[in-house]
């Protein structure tokens, strides 16, 4: 701006000298004038400061600092919020519940052979969820242990008596199953395991709703008798 204006001929520089001190005391607006004060140095002729981050990048971090950056990975926590100690104290009923969701699929996949033709895809689709089940469970087991969880694995062929009383033997088994996931996921304090164990109870029950309607149309139809 100064280059635009018109100065007299004679003229005291030093007076807008002072009015930039006063005004802006870090700049020189005019490099080749010294004025009787101390000037602080141009600033084309000071290296640029760097940023925080320019800074961080143009030298190496301290080890402290990165350990503190990898703490904070996710990942690296070592009591996580979810699935870490407050999960850990259920363990010992996450695989009951996955030897249970394998004893129900064998029970549901032999009911299916007993049953009439129109409700062995209904007792199938069942016995698949109850695989997913302890599929699921038995990742929960690893992200809380790091190992891998062997379930026991049972042999020999599930006796199905008749139809309608199995079929009422086995709802009374998918209710209280719903009613055990949605205790425990009550008696948790991990988030991400409650809420895991509250879709499993909702499935179960869901699943008893499926075989009480099995068994309505069972008692009323007259191609299957009780």
């Given at each position: 701006?100064?280059?635009?204006?018109?100065c007299?001929?004679?003229?005291?520089?030093?007076?807008?000298?002072?009015?930039?001190?006063?005004?802006?005391?870090?700049?020189?607006?005019?490099?080749?004038?010294?004025t009787?004060?101390?000037?602080?140095?141009?600033?084309?002729?000071?290296?640029?400061?760097?940023?925080?981050?320019?800074?961080?990048?143009?030298?190496?971090?301290?080890?402290?600092?990165?350990?503190?950056?990898?703490s904070?990975?996710?990942?690296?926590?070592?009591n996580?919020?979810?699935?870490?100690?407050?999960?850990?104290?259920?363990?010992?009923?996450?695989?009951?519940?996955?030897?249970?969701?394998?004893?129900?699929?064998?029970?549901?996949l032999?009911?299916?052979r007993?049953?009439?033709?129109?409700?062995?895809?209904?007792?199938?689709?069942?016995?698949?969820?109850?695989?997913?089940?302890?599929?699921?469970?038995?990742?929960?087991?690893?992200?809380?242990?790091?190992?891998?969880?062997?379930?026991?694995?049972?042999?020999?062929?599930v006796?199905?008596?008749?139809?309608?009383?199995?079929?009422?033997?086995?709802?009374?088994?998918e209710?209280?199953?719903?009613?055990?996931?949605?205790r425990?996921?009550?008696?948790?304090?991990?988030?991400?395991?409650?809420?895991?164990?509250?879709?499993?109870?909702?499935?179960e029950?869901?699943?008893?709703?499926?075989?009480?309607?099995?068994?309505?149309?069972?008692?009323?139809?007259?191609?299957?008798?009780?």
């Amino acid at each position: 701006m100064a280059e635009n204006i018109q100065c007299p001929e004679v003229y005291d520089f030093r007076k807008y000298d002072r009015v930039w001190q006063r005004v802006a005391p870090d700049l020189e607006p005019y490099p080749g004038v010294q004025t009787t004060a101390t000037v602080q140095p141009a600033a084309a002729s000071r290296p640029p400061a760097q940023s925080g981050m320019g800074a961080a990048q143009g030298r190496p971090a301290p080890a402290g600092a990165l350990a503190r950056q990898e703490s904070q990975l996710p990942g690296a926590s070592q009591n996580p919020c979810c699935m870490g100690s407050a999960a850990a104290e259920m363990l010992e009923v996450l695989t009951g519940f996955i030897e249970e969701s394998l004893s129900d699929r064998r029970s549901l996949l032999a009911l299916s052979r007993r049953a009439p033709a129109w409700a062995r895809q209904p007792l199938r689709d069942m016995a698949a969820e109850e695989e997913t089940h302890a599929r699921r469970l038995m990742a929960v087991h690893y992200l809380i242990t790091g190992q891998c969880y062997r379930p026991a694995i049972a042999g020999g062929p599930v006796s199905v008596g008749r139809w309608c009383p199995a079929l009422r033997e086995q709802y009374h088994v998918e209710a209280c199953n719903g009613f055990n996931y949605a205790r425990a996921a009550d008696g948790t304090t991990d988030p991400c395991l409650a809420k895991l164990l509250n879709e499993l109870s909702e499935d179960e029950y869901r699943h008893a709703r499926e075989l009480m309607a099995l068994l309505e149309r069972s008692i009323q139809g007259e191609r299957q008798r009780c």
